[in-house]
């Protein structure tokens, strides 16, 4: 495992939010092994609607933790409507909380052949192999 000292750069990993709390703990176990790589220095999970904590309130808690770089990670597969349009606004909402951060959107984690290897990894647990 490659560690990296922690700069001043926090992550914030972003879903869509869920009234089901296995659901939003799901990416709060995400935020908790990223952060444990050591490569940022806050790693916040944030639930755009229906849960909490918002993305200004996972932002924020970064800014407090010294962050002046904030990558948001969308927890989606695609381009749709919360990757083009809801997602960026947010965003837009924080950076003009917080006008001396720089803020960075990633893509959504999208095709990728890990992926696929994890698919089929399902299907075969599922299929008792």
Not at 73 to 97: K, N, S, W
Not at 116 to 127: G, H, K, M, N, S
């Amino acid at each position: 495992m490659n560690t990296v000292k922690p700069s001043d750069s926090a992550l914030v990993v972003i879903d869509h939010g869920s009234r089901r709390a296995e659901a939003n703990e799901l990416l709060e176990d995400v935020a908790r092994r990223v952060g444990s790589r050591g490569r940022y220095l806050c790693v916040e999970a944030a639930h755009m609607e229906l849960a909490e904590p918002t993305l200004a309130m996972a932002v924020d808690r970064c800014v407090v933790a010294g962050a002046r770089r904030i990558v948001v990670v969308p927890y989606f597969f695609a381009m749709g409507r919360h990757m083009t349009r809801d997602i960026p606004a947010l965003v837009e909402e924080c950076q003009a909380r917080h006008p001396d951060v720089t803020f960075d959107l990633a893509q959504p984690l999208g095709l990728d052949d890990r992926l696929i290897e994890i698919l089929l990894d399902r299907a075969a647990e599922a299929e008792g192999e």
